[in-house]
């Protein structure tokens, strides 16, 4: 999307090798009108996947999940962090690792808004180690829902999170895909 | 607003004399179609406040700041939670309480997201105490920004917020106000 990749070379910034700052315009300060476009964008790619819902987590994927849903027609369903698990009998989670923070967390989500059967998009911000979108989709399988697609606003095509998908059979749609970073500079797929 | 009241007594649910549960569409499950025509309804109000941009607090606020933001035709800035004061020279922070969870968190935003003379619209899911919009406005107020309005999607007029908000002389609008909860009985002003 070329919205997107402009966004990310104007207003984007790189730390070390393996960090995209976009904090201008997507997980701090968030361009709204960018949000919209990349909400119609998911929309139009995933129509044929027939979504009933769009799944994200909290809290930077919620902007562009949102307009997603919008456009597609379908309710949201947040999927929240937690540091530790305090589950209740309607609660579904699963551990999710942050190998650059060194940090896990419990993400979960309450059963009764992932209904059975109901095709689900997963949305998310960024796509590196794939760890958060493996936890939903087991959230996503263990309420007997199915995950339908992924949609993923920045993918670090270079770490192992888009190889993981794809082992798994999901179909995976990236709006910007990073081949490297070397250097500070920014090369895309 | 009549849609979002209609939403809150048929999908909302009262627990206790003060908790009232909206996570069918408002902060778990989230209804984007009613989030739209609240983005539209802030926008309407607020049009006349000459608004640069919009601000909220992760991560229920978001959906119907974004659109706001959208109908506004302005840059959304979403405030972080952190659970301790770990402060860079460029990040603003204040100390905000949780009165009925007994906890609280710093509200934090990098300076540069609120540009010195904008004029902010504060937008959020729930006015009780008011400990959340104060915090942001001492953010906003110490980044050299004006707060020049607040937008709440549902307030409840029997807590302290809406009084301390008034004393501080800041402009609310609230979309639905909740005059009481007793005995499970949901009354609107």
Redesign the interface.
Known sequence: MKLLEQAIMERGRVIGSDILLV?TFL???????L??EIGKEFAAHFKKNQIDRVATI??SG??PA??A??FLE?????M?KQASRILTGDLLAATVRSFTKGTQYELT??RD?LPKGERVLFVDDFLASGEAAIGAKKLIDSAGAVLAGVGIVIEKSFQSGPERLREEGIELYSLARIASMQEGQILFH
Do not use: C, G, R
């Open positions: 904090d997980n701090h300060q968030v361009d709204v009108f949000m919209q909290e809290s919620i902007a949102a307009f849903a919008l379908a309710p949201l369903v947040i929240k989500v309450k808004f």
